[in-house]
């Protein structure tokens, strides 16, 4: 049995081979660990377009040119005197407020924010996902407004919405729907009893049913055999 070796020149083939396969797998796992995970509070955008995600579950997408450098944007969680309004009418904020800043800057490309929610929001909406959305914060007119990009995905529960301003204050909000009217129930009307009138029987008397003749003729026979039966007795005496 020949055992395979190897020569010096078959393996000067393989080697750069190997080598560059190598290289090039740490580039992309390093590339792809630099564009996608960030840190908690603080992620940077590169120019040639790339997503970072926040701890809480938050990501931003950008496309390759949306901007002329990185963009660094500082994401910041919300809660209780930092939320800057209470939800409109019929509706209440959801499981995250949060802010994000980019320091002003405006993209030429729209950017996708993807923003995560909850089981616990989709049952303060009514136990429906359509009534769970995203709303941003309008400095000017101090309300939350309706987010109406936000593309919803019930399967992984996270709503990415597109803007080219990535500074602003989001929420998720939740919005069960409208009371049913209650139903007007339809008033019982009770029968008043109706008593039959007896209806007399018409005139002419009795009528004498065929069951009668018959038992009439039977009990006629029965005499007239009994008095012949009475009558021979007495003849033979």
């Known amino acids: ?10 393996i000067g083939r393989i080697g750069p081979r190997l080598l560059l396969s190598l ?17 908690g509070h603080e992620g940077t955008l ?33 809660e209780g005197d930092a939320v800057p309004g209470d939800a409109p009418e019929g509706s209440s904020l959801g499981s995250l407020v949060f802010s994000l800043d980019a320091g002003g800057t ?19 909406a009514g136990g429906r996902d359509d ?14 407004n309706e987010v109406l990009s936000g593309i919803q995905d019930i399967i992984y529960k996270t709503i990415t919405v597109s803007d080219t301003a990535l500074d602003g204050t989001y929420a998720i909000v939740n919005t069960p729907p409208a009371d049913a009217p209650e139903a007007t129930p339809t008033p019982t009307v009770e029968a008043t009893p109706v ?12 009528g004498v049913s065929n069951s009668l003749m018959m038992g009439l003729a039977l009990l006629g026979m029965l005499f007239l055999v ?12």
């Not at 009994?226 to 005496?237: D, F, H, K, N, P």
């Open 23 to 39: 290289t090039l797998a740490l580039t992309l796992l390093f590339a792809t660990a630099s564009s996608v995970f960030a840190d």
């Open 106 to 124: 405006v993209l030429s490309q729209l950017a996708e924010i993807t923003i995560p929610y909850t089981a616990a929001d989709v049952e303060a």
């Open 46 to 78: 590169p120019a040639s377009g790339g997503t970072v995600e926040f701890a809480s579950g938050v990501s931003i997408k950008t496309l390759d040119g949306a901007s002329s450098s990185d963009v660094t944007v500082t994401f910041e969680a919300l």
């Open 195 to 206: 008593t039959p009138e007896a209806t007399p029987p018409p005139t002419g008397g009795i």
């Open 226 to 237: 009994s008095g012949g039966y009475v009558l021979a007795r007495s003849r033979t005496r």
């Open 131 to 144: 009534r769970v959305s995203v709303y941003r914060w309008s400095p000017v007119s101090g309300t939350w």
């Open 1 to 10: 049995m020949r055992t395979p070796s190897f020569s010096r020149q078959s």
